[in-house]
């Protein structure tokens, strides 16, 4: 008896040895490539995710490294350079076609990332009266440069039709508030940014162009291989934005806790926050969900205008395997 209780009590110390070797086993390592600089409020899924320890739940530790942009990220992860990135939806169609093999796993959000902002003394109430007025955007290659001539095609109207300035991702707004320019295309934050330094702002319908919003990207070999590693980030992320979605006064107050540089700012980044929700994120079944007939449509657009050369079949730009599983 008193030797079967004595390998009862020797196996019992052997797994509580164990237990916790395996429970406290290393993070796996990660570089995620993002576009642009992370303190963007664009990126605050990334940053809330990990502030908050969603990347830590998954048992990962993130580097965040900035590229020179979506286009670049694509490259990088193609090349076997960094096996995630951020870029926007629409990114896959672009590299695709010139062999990168790249794609989507999930999108942040139903809507476009892409807003028009109007002076609102100039009596702009749609995309048809920017008809010889001066719009800036960051610059003739960007993303939102061409959801911006898709919005136009979509009213009649093409970039010959206005006078389309690139001005940098700050002077897209700043050009604007400076009253140098009637309109701008960019993402949210430049709107509060223009708001925020005293232009009373309209906000176009962007409605009849379906660019996308915000995309996770990885590699056709890394999906391949490192499938789980995959769901890991991109849950992690997604409850990044869901924070944003759920509450997005709260989610700016852990925002700036994260990033100590916008103190002070907080009613700025919550303005932010809810145009994401309400523009962007808004109305996606699934979170994460990339429509097909989307992205099928958007890269129509990029074969007519010849941003593309040829079309790639829609499946190879995306998969969605990766989202709606729960922990």
Known sequence: MNKLLTKICCQLALAAAVIPAVAHAAPEEVTYLLPAPTNSPAFAPWV??????YYADENLKISFIVAKGGVDVAKQIGAGNAIIGGAIGDTPIVVRANGIPVKAIAVLGAGSVTMVAANAAENIKSLKDLKGKTVTVMSYTDTTYYAFLGNLRTVGLSKNDVQIQAAGPSGVWQVFTAGKASAFAGVPEWVTNATDAGAKVELLETGGFKSMAQAILASDETIKTKPELLKRLVRATLRGMEDIMKDPKAAAAAYVEALPAYKGKEASIEATFNMYKKYVY????????????????VQQFYVSEGIV??????????????VGTAR
Do not use: C, W, Y
């Open 48 to 53: 809330l995710a990990q502030h908050k320890g």
């Open 282 to 297: 808004a109305n996606q079944k699934v979170l994460g969900q990339i429509d097909a007939k989307r992205m099928e449509s």
């Open 309 to 322: 050369t040829k079309a790639t079949p829609v499946n190879e730009l995306f998969t969605n395997q990766f």
